[in-house]
């Protein structure tokens, strides 16, 4: 389970955030929503709406679950007639049973440790449960490895945007696992499958720099640690040309309950 204090840094810089993180593919919302039966939509963890606005401009019934007061108020901006609650999805009672419930990138930080139920009790029978998420892939070796140095030396842990090659990433052949992180019982998710949506990204370094304190991994580093590690991250860049390229993956998992 995440810790309480790491969920919680995104709205210390609400803004960036928001200018600097991927959205997602306009394919992976149309999906599911063809994949969804009717009955309004329920967003867990809605952000500043990187998702919400795709969702909301297809015209579906949001209501929108954020416990960060800075990023619901950048959200509220962005879309005044959504119905916003600032709280987390485990302290929140669903008010109706919902056909389809959404959550961005999100997912990994509510506590379902206090109740695996709460997906399952938010839908209506038949109703659609899809969490998303954004990786990344970075496509040079070298780049790779001058960074997994960098990394090192701050003794970061390998688990930043830039830890993984796009090169050799294999496909997993079971999603067994994933479903047991997602709290996807068999018995009240019997359905469900896995799709992803593949697409590119480029960084200038100034701008990695900007996605990389965006994340909580960094957010909660000490500043010092934190400024020194994203200031050599970014030499390296620029030593390579300037540019960070990354293949995106967006994954969906689309989960009905019974
Ligand atoms: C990485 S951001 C994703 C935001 C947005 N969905 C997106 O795709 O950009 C994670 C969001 O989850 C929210 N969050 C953290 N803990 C939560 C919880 N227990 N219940 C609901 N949302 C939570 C954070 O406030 C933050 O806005």
Known sequence: ????????????????????????????????????????????????????????????????????????????????????VVSTFEDWTPDRAYGLLISGQAWHWVDASRDPGLAFRALAPGGLFAPFWNSFLLVDPALHAALAEVDARHGLAPETTHSYLAAGFAEPAAFEEEWAQLGLRAEEFPERRHVRYHSARSYSSADYRTHLLSTSMYRILPPAVRDAAVADTAAVIDAHGGTIDFEVLADVVLARRV
């Open 1 to 84: 389970m995440a810790t309480r204090e790491q969920r919680g840094v995104f709205g210390e810089v609400a803004d960036d955030y928001d200018r600097i993180r991927p959205g997602y593919p306009g394919s992976l919302v149309d999906d599911v929503l063809a994949a969804a039966g009717p009955g309004p939509v329920l967003e867990v963890g809605a952000g500043t709406g990187k998702a919400t606005v795709a969702f909301a401009a297809r015209g579906v019934s949001l209501t929108c679950i954020e416990p960060g007061p800075r990023m619901a108020e950048l959200l509220r901006r962005k879309l005044p007639g959504v119905p916003i």
